[in-house]
């Protein structure tokens, strides 16, 4: 039968970059990815493509940046004085967790340290980028 919108599915993929870089990948989490279709619990990409597969099916596709992650906004990245960073010597590449308002942490990453403030980046690390999935539907 094939995938709809609200059914609990499970899938195997493999992420990847343009270049080739795997990003992630359902076996390095030692279980498929378990999600209800439609439900808007992943990217819109990856929801929508797996709409008409069939059980044991594999296909590759390719989501665009507003489909995945969005654009990298500039708007997220910021200047921040030092001391309201942890004890710690800041380099450029580290990731930090950063508490929103709302509780709920997201990475950002340093990409400039001066003497008194340093330049964090709150996009998601895949903002930006077109993603490449390997996906097969799984049976169960």
């Known amino acids: 039968m094939a995938v709809k919108k609200g059914d ?9 970059l ?17 999600f209800e279709v439609g439900a808007g619990d992943i990217i819109k990409g990856f929801d929508d493509a797996v709409i008409g597969m069939k059980p044991s099916e594999s296909k590759k596709i390719v989501i665009q940046p507003e489909q995945a992650y969005g654009a990298n906004n500039p708007k997220m990245i910021q200047t921040v004085p030092r001391d309201k960073l942890p004890p710690g010597d800041p380099k450029p590449g580290m990731v930090l967790m950063v508490s929103l308002p709302n509780g709920q942490q997201i990475p950002a990453k340093i990409t400039d340290v001066a003497a008194t403030t340093v330049t964090i980046d709150l996009n998601h690390p895949l903002a930006g980028k077109v993603l490449h999935f390997e996906i097969t539907l799984r049976k169960e």
């Open 18 to 34: 343009d270049d080739g870089t795997v990003f992630d990948r359902s076996d390095a989490h030692g279980q498929p990815l378990e």
């Open 8 to 16: 609990k599915i499970k899938v195997d993929y493999i992420g990847s």
